[in-house]
């Protein structure tokens, strides 16, 4: 999107303060920012951030002659076009702010890139995100590449921005922002702060008008590969059920009822009753038609009425952290809460509700190797009831404890920060090779996208009540995105966009009579083979839907949970740790009873 095209949220004085929100991309093996015409999910770090600044604006921070004019690019869908926002800062002698907003460390390298041009013509720039707070969480003030922003003068902001960030402003407004704000050790509460928001053209650039906010933060549980409990605490925060109303009454003024709740594990927020109530409330009486899509544990089932509030409050997908069906392997991540005997009794549950659900499914645990993950993969598809699996490469990211043991003891921890996107390999593993390990994540997808698991999916869908068309599209994308696009699901969009300022600062500029032709084809290639999933598609949807006896449709995911399924299930009996969990919940079993009788 050009500058011309961009919405401007404007707050009118005598003087303007202009502030740029930028939420980088990152770039794609081919040297390209990752950029589409339109994008899946929106960037609920912006929506965090924009709320606040509009906050600050209403509320004249910097006094009653000076107005704010905000503008929020989400590079993921629109193109930073540097040099326009440069004729408009310079036009206003410089006085505003450019911020880069909820980077990861995965799109650092694409954010310094981004500030080098404006802080080479003076404009003020300051960064926050997973990337600084988890290295000034976990690392020692400088790792990784944190001097990177010192040298340039780019000002680093780790901790949460709600009643902080007019600070920053003032200082940006009086040329004086410091080399670090660090409120790490001073997390806010967030009951009556701003919540997220974003006015409806930036959420018209995401597909189904879809719109975010984190009810709460923070986690009790305490996974080695986590970067979210030390960066936001193990300790519950959230907001209060009339701040949530607020933001479903603002969005629905501007024609919004579609949300992705960002909360890791909403089932950990302390207050998510108060919050499904209140949404119950909103959607069962006040006629807001509410669709949510939310995050939570693989215990989530047992809180008492968690599944049947969702269902009413407008939830329609859940996403699990499944991550490994290999009880060693996840004793070895420090993830013990996930028992993997349960499984199947909360997959069940959720699709009782007719609520679709789309699982993680971390590669590369110790205990993993080609074969064990290949067995896997074929006891998931047979004997869980899950929608949707998301794999993805275990990596060590910055501010997890993963990363902390590896950089302390000098480890092998990939050198580019760009590669930290969960889709490449970024430090060794004891049983594979670096290609052995990266084939078998992309042979992982084949295996569960395969056309006769496709095929058996939507025949369990339409057995199980589930939204068809809603299974089918997510089907689509995710069994199409790796081979076709060559991103990961989560960073999907609709039309892949390029242009050849964009490509990395060191690799080849592209002579524009081959770029252009070779764009066009290559975008032609993959809409076809696009096509052909579609048609794919059509023709199981057709003959499903003809299938008289499709309702009727059982296999052994759907069966019911039974006494039976600890001698039956492969996935109870296959390794020698789901052997000894059985083991165990017997002898307590035996105990409780024992103690009862
Ligand atoms: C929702 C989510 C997504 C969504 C939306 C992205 C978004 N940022 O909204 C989607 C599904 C697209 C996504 C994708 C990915 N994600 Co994600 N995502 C999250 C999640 C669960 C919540 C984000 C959120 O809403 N946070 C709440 C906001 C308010 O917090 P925040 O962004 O940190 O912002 C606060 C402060 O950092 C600070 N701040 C932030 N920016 C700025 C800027 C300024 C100027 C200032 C002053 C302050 C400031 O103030 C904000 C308000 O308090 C986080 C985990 C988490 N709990 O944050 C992971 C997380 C950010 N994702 C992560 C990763 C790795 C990815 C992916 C690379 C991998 C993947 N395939 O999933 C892709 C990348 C694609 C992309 N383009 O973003 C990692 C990043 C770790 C790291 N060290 O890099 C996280 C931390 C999860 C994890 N596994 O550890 N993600
Ligand atoms: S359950 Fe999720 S959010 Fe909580 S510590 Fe584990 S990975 Fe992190």
């Given at each position: ?25 990152h770039y794609g093996d081919d040297g390209?920012?990752i ?69 990861q460390s995965n799109?650092?390298p ?34 990784i ?78 996974c080695s590969f986590c970067t ?93 952290g499944l991550e490994n069906i290999n009880p060693d392997n996840l004793a070895a991540a420090k993830k013990?809460?996930n028992?993997i ?18 699982a993680g499914y971390i590669l590369g645990f110790p205990a993993d190797t080609p074969d064990s993950i290949r067995r896997d993969i074929a006891i998931i598809k ?6 949707v699996i998301e794999f993805f490469c275990l990596t060590p990211l910055p501010g997890s404890e993963d990363h902390q043991i590896i950089w302390k003891a000098k480890g092998p921890l990939h050198p580019d920060l760009n590669a930290y996107d969960v889709s490449h390999i970024c430090t060794t593993h004891s049983k594979m090779s670096e290609q052995q390990w990266l084939d078998i994540y992309h042979e992982a997808w084949s295996l569960y996208y395969s056309?006769?698991h ?24 995710f069994s199409t995105t790796i081979p076709v696009e060559k991103v990961h699901p989560l960073e999907f ?81 296959k390794t020698t740790g789901a ?19």
């Amino acid at each position: 999107m050009l500058l011309q095209d961009i919405h401007i949220t404007k707050v009118r004085s005598s003087r303007q303060f202009q502030v740029v929100l930028i939420k980088p991309s990152h770039y794609g093996d081919d040297g390209y920012v990752i950029r589409w015409w339109r994008t899946m999910i929106p960037s609920n770090s912006l929506a965090a951030i924009y709320g606040i600044v509009s906050d600050c604006a209403e509320r004249q921070v910097l006094g009653p002659d000076i107005g704010f004019e905000i503008d929020v690019l989400d590079e993921t869908n629109t193109r930073i076009d540097i040099p326009a926002l440069l004729e408009r800062f310079e036009r206003n002698g410089n006085f505003g702010l450019v911020g880069l907003v909820g980077v990861q460390s995965n799109q650092y390298p694409r954010a310094l890139d981004i500030a080098r041009r404006f802080r080479e013509a003076g404009v003020p720039v300051v960064i926050g995100g997973f990337h600084v707070s988890g290295c000034l969480s976990m690392l020692d003030g400088q790792a990784i590449g944190l001097d990177a922003c010192r040298d340039m003068g780019v000002a680093m902001f780790a901790g949460e921005a709600e009643n902080r960030l007019e600070i920053v402003i003032r200082d940006a407004a009086e040329g004086r922002l410091k080399p670090l704000y660090n409120f790490m050790n001073d997390l806010p509460g967030i009951e009556g702060t701003p919540v997220p928001y974003l006015p409806r053209p930036y959420v018209e650039r995401t597909i189904g008008l879809n719109s975010s906010f984190d009810a709460g933060r923070g986690c009790p549980y305490q996974c080695s590969f986590c970067t979210i409990i030390n960066v936001q605490g193990r300790k519950s925060r959230f907001r209060s059920a009339d701040d949530v109303e607020n933001l479903v009454r603002r969005n629905w003024q501007q024609g919004i009822t579609k949300y992705f709740i960002t909360d890791d594990n909403f089932a950990r927020n302390r207050d998510w009753e108060a919050i499904f109530d209140r949404l119950i409330d909103l959607r069962e009486n006040h006629g807001i038609p509410l669709r949510l899509m939310i995050q939570v544990d693989t215990l989530c089932h047992k809180i008492p009425n968690f599944i049947e509030k969702a269902k009413r409050a407008g939830v329609t997908r859940v996403f699990i952290g499944l991550e490994n069906i290999n009880p060693d392997n996840l004793a070895a991540a420090k993830k013990r809460q996930n028992k993997i005997t349960e499984y199947r009794t909360m997959l069940l549950a959720w699709r009782a509700q007719h609520i679709l659900t789309l699982a993680g499914y971390i590669l590369g645990f110790p205990a993993d190797t080609p074969d064990s993950i290949r067995r896997d993969i074929a006891i998931i598809k047979n004997e869980l009831p899950v929608d949707v699996i998301e794999f993805f490469c275990l990596t060590p990211l910055p501010g997890s404890e993963d990363h902390q043991i590896i950089w302390k003891a000098k480890g092998p921890l990939h050198p580019d920060l760009n590669a930290y996107d969960v889709s490449h390999i970024c430090t060794t593993h004891s049983k594979m090779s670096e290609q052995q390990w990266l084939d078998i994540y992309h042979e992982a997808w084949s295996l569960y996208y395969s056309p006769d698991h496709l095929m058996t999916l939507v025949r369990r869908g339409a057995a199980s009540g589930l939204p068809l068309g809603s299974l089918i599209r997510l089907l689509t994308i995710f069994s199409t995105t790796i081979p076709v696009e060559k991103v990961h699901p989560l960073e999907f969009g609709i039309f892949r966009m390029r242009h050849p300022s964009e490509r990395r600062p060191g690799l080849k500029r592209e002579n524009a009579l081959i770029f252009w032709p070779s764009f066009a084809f290559e975008t032609l290639r993959k809409y076809a083979m696009l096509a052909r999933t579609v048609v794919r598609f059509a023709i199981i949807w057709a003959k499903i839907s003809r299938d008289p006896n499709a309702k009727a449709y059982m296999d052994q995911a759907l069966t019911p949970v039974s006494d039976q399924d600890d001698v039956t299930l492969d996935l109870l009996t296959k390794t020698t740790g789901a052997r000894e969990a059985i083991s165990h919940q017997k002898k307590v079993a035996r105990l409780t009873h024992a103690a009862h009788a």
